[in-house]
């Protein structure tokens, strides 16, 4: 997982989409144009540090507590 997550950006969202696509057996998963540039975006926001990550457990619980 390490070695993964030292991929540059462009890499990652590959390889993102391959495992999404290893996902669904039935059809062929493809990514749009679209979405592709939106991953490599939001990847570099990241690794600039412009965005703040936060567990998927927090975000979760936050979304499960506003919808009570």
């Known amino acids: ?5 030292q991929l540059p950006p462009d890499e990652r969202a ?3 989409e391959k495992l ?3 996902l669904d ?4 998963f493809e990514i749009s ?3 592709k540039a939106e991953i490599e975006r939001r990847c570099k926001a990241v690794d600039r540090g ?3 990550l936060l567990p998927g457990e927090q975000v979760l ?3 499960f507590d506003r919808l009570r």
């Open 50 to 52: 412009e965005v703040e």
């Open 33 to 35: 144009e679209e979405w």
């Open 25 to 28: 057996s039935d059809e062929p």
């Open 61 to 63: 619980k936050e979304v």
């Open 14 to 16: 590959l390889l993102s």
């Open 1 to 5: 997982m390490d070695e993964v997550l």
């Open 20 to 22: 999404l696509e290893s």
